[in-house]
């Protein structure tokens, strides 16, 4: 069993929804976010995690998503 920790939900960065965009990028309409049930924060294995440059707890998602 591994460790959980709390992160920032990758898939709303922590802001608890998450916004939709026209073809064009622009916001036409924000909900909330189904992965975190908008807490903005969820329970990952630690081995998924890691601290980001604020001290900050984020999953390696985005740590790839980053790098592209
Ligand atoms: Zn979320």
Redesign the pocket.
Known sequence: MSELVKTI?P??K???F?RIQDLLGEDIDQMD?P??D???E?FLPIELTFINEEGGRESVINKENNNE
Do not use: Y
Request: with cysteine; proline share 0%; glycine share 22%.
């Open positions: 939900c898939r709303c922590g802001n608890g998450i976010c992965q975190c908008s807490m903005g969820l």
